[in-house]
């Protein structure tokens, strides 16, 4: 059987990735890492610091001292730190969000990139444009913070959380061709809005990137 390690900053996740890796690799065993520090540390220090970035590595270290063959970072603020040690580990390290930016670069010239947190913004948006460069497309990037959403899921009030991602998405993010969420905490809010309330293709990282562990699991030999 082979093994998915899911890589979390916080514990909020792991339901919502049980319920989507039962459904979509129910053959393989998944484990669990989480740890906190990762992103509480990036949210103190206002960026991505190296200190994290060399904990990240380590504790992806650990994921395939566990068993894992393929591990998914589930926190797109530490997305560089991923690439790193993609390149450091010889079995699969995957980002969670890199799906998604090729599908929003794919569907159309002006992209708008959501997140509830800064630290997450700036990372998810350099995604986008790079993968756009490495397409040779041009794109225009519309960016949006929803102040006080991060703060409101957080504290276990998932209404006020969708509520101010929701207006987010029909007010700041109108025009675009394509919309993506920067967290994969904020797939959530999608649901609960009307269906038809958003005209355009709206992606979240949590099933693509699921979607992506499997076929990189299938292909393993």
Same mark, same amino acid.
């Given at each position: 059987?082979?093994?998915?390690?899911?890589?979390?900053?916080?514990?909020?996740?792991?339901?919502?990735?049980?319920?989507?890796?039962?459904?979509?690799?129910?053959?393989?065993?998944?484990?669990?890492?989480?740890?906190?520090?990762?992103?509480?540390?990036?949210?103190?220090?206002?960026?991505?610091?190296?200190?994290?970035?060399?904990?990240?590595?380590?504790?992806?270290?650990?994921?395939?001292?566990?068993?894992?063959?393929?591990?998914?970072?589930?926190?797109?603020?530490?997305?560089?730190?991923?690439? #790193? =040690?993609?390149? &450091?580990?010889?079995? %699969?390290?995957?980002? @969670?969000?890199? !799906?998604?930016?090729?599908?929003?670069?794919?569907?159309?010239?002006?992209?708008?990139?959501?997140?509830?947190?800064?630290?997450?913004?700036?990372?998810?948006?350099?995604?986008?444009?790079?993968?756009?460069?490495?397409?040779?497309?041009?794109?225009?990037?519309?960016?949006?913070?929803?102040?006080?959403?991060?703060?409101?899921?957080?504290?276990?009030?998932?209404?006020?959380?969708?509520?101010?991602?929701?207006?987010?998405?029909?007010?700041?993010?109108?025009?675009?061709?394509?919309?993506?969420?920067?967290?994969?905490? #904020? =797939?959530?809010? &999608?649901?609960?809005? %009307?269906?038809?309330? @958003?005209?355009? !293709?709206?992606?979240?990282?949590?099933?693509?990137?699921?979607?992506?562990?499997?076929?990189?699991?299938?292909?393993?030999?």
């Amino acid at each position: 059987m082979k093994t998915l390690a899911l890589l979390h900053t916080s514990p909020t996740l792991s339901p919502l990735f049980n319920e989507l890796t039962a459904r979509i690799i129910p053959g393989v065993r998944i484990l669990h890492f989480v740890d906190e520090s990762l992103i509480k540390n990036t949210i103190a220090a206002g960026k991505l610091e190296k200190s994290t970035m060399r904990r990240l590595i380590d504790l992806v270290g650990s994921t395939f001292d566990a068993g894992a063959d393929v591990t998914l970072v589930t926190c797109s603020s530490i997305g560089p730190a991923v690439d #790193m =040690a993609a390149q &450091l580990h010889d079995r %699969p390290v995957l980002r @969670v969000d890199r !799906p998604m930016a090729e599908k929003a670069v794919a569907a159309g010239t002006k992209v708008g990139v959501l997140a509830t947190l800064s630290t997450t913004l700036a990372p998810t948006a350099a995604l986008v444009r790079r993968v756009a460069e490495e397409s040779g497309k041009d794109i225009e990037i519309v960016e949006h913070v929803c102040e006080g959403a991060f703060e409101a899921v957080m504290a276990g009030d998932g209404a006020t959380h969708d509520r101010i991602v929701g207006e987010a998405l029909t007010g700041k993010m109108a025009g675009m061709d394509a919309i993506l969420f920067a967290q994969a905490s #904020m =797939a959530r809010a &999608l649901a609960a809005l %009307p269906e038809g309330a @958003v005209p355009v !293709p709206v992606f979240t990282s949590p099933e693509l990137g699921v979607e992506r562990a499997r076929d990189v699991l299938a292909s393993l030999i």
